[in-house]
Nanobody
């Protein structure tokens, strides 16, 4: 079992930056693909970014490409999402997740472990 805890959310103005963190409770986190998702009230949870199990590849949703960067610190069992040039449409609850799948996956249903979420609000 892996427990995930997000932090770093908050209120920021358009064009600003935030860095989200996802602290894992176990080293096995470093064996999994790890991703970020976000969800607005009344909408489905959507994929944001993923880093594969050995950190050799990263993938991003089109709306965040060039603005967000996903990374992992294996020594700290921690994953990050650096968000820059934030827009009001980035406002959502952001969740980190981990998947034991063989290949990188992009659907929430394919992730076994989830954090509780952290709110990001971008004011216009």
């Amino acid at each position: 079992q892996v427990q995930l805890v997000e932090s770093g959310g908050g209120l920021v103005q358009t064009g600003g930056s935030l860095r989200l963190s996802c602290q894992a409770s176990a080293r096995t986190f470093n064996l999994y693909h790890a991703g970020w998702f976000r969800q607005d009230p009344g909408k489905e949870r959507e994929f944001v970014a993923v880093i594969n199990w050995d950190d050799s590849n990263t993938y991003y949703a089109d709306p965040v490409k060039g603005r967000f960067t996903i990374s992992r610190d294996r020594a700290r069992n921690t994953m990050y999402l650096q968000m820059s040039s934030l827009k009001p449409e980035d406002t959502a609850v952001y969740y980190c997740a981990a998947s034991r799948a063989y290949d990188v996956v992009y659907q929430p249903k394919d992730y076994e472990y989830w954090g509780q979420g952290t709110q990001v609000t971008v004011s216009s």
